[in-house]
């Protein structure tokens, strides 16, 4: 009996087959690096140039971002259309959740660091990989779960 062993994929072909795999998660990744883009962007202009306080600065661009965020998850990666209105709310409180993530993270590096306008910044941006998951845990198994038919 002579058997052939299949060839081993090419490290491009395993690549591609991960990113279909985890298509779901690779779109998450890039509508959140938008939105965290949109988020970070106007902080930083708030925070740095409207000198608005971090509070406020933090309050702004994160539900900009939010918005943002549900409305192309819902359309292009998650494709849910039915129970928006409840599916926005879900969306909002994983938000505020991760909103309370964040802003508990710019505290806690104000707190370490002397320069209070750097630490708000950094702690910003620390915040993010940290939200990041929490929020994709929650909005992928309960925000934007298929319902039944």
Do not use: W
């Amino acid at each position: 009996m002579n058997t052939v062993e299949p060839q081993s994929l090419s490290l491009v072909e395993k690549v591609q087959q991960l990113l279909h795999t985890h298509q779901q998660l690779v779109k998450y990744v890039l509508i959140g690096g938008t939105a965290s883009l949109i988020d970070l962007m106007l902080f930083f202009v708030l925070y740095n140039f409207v000198h608005t306080s971090e509070l406020v600065a933090h309050s702004v661009s994160v539900p900009t971002a939010v918005v943002f965020s549900f409305l192309v998850n819902a359309r292009h990666n998650f494709k849910t259309v039915d129970h928006s209105a409840l599916r926005f709310l879900s969306f909002c409180i994983v938000c505020a959740i991760g909103f309370s993530i964040g802003y508990c993270v710019i505290l806690a590096t104000q707190s370490v660091l002397e320069s209070q306008a750097l630490a708000a910044n950094v702690g910003k941006i620390l915040s993010f990989p940290i939200v990041f998951v929490v929020q994709f845990i929650l909005n992928s198994r309960i925000t934007f779960r298929k319902t039944a038919a």
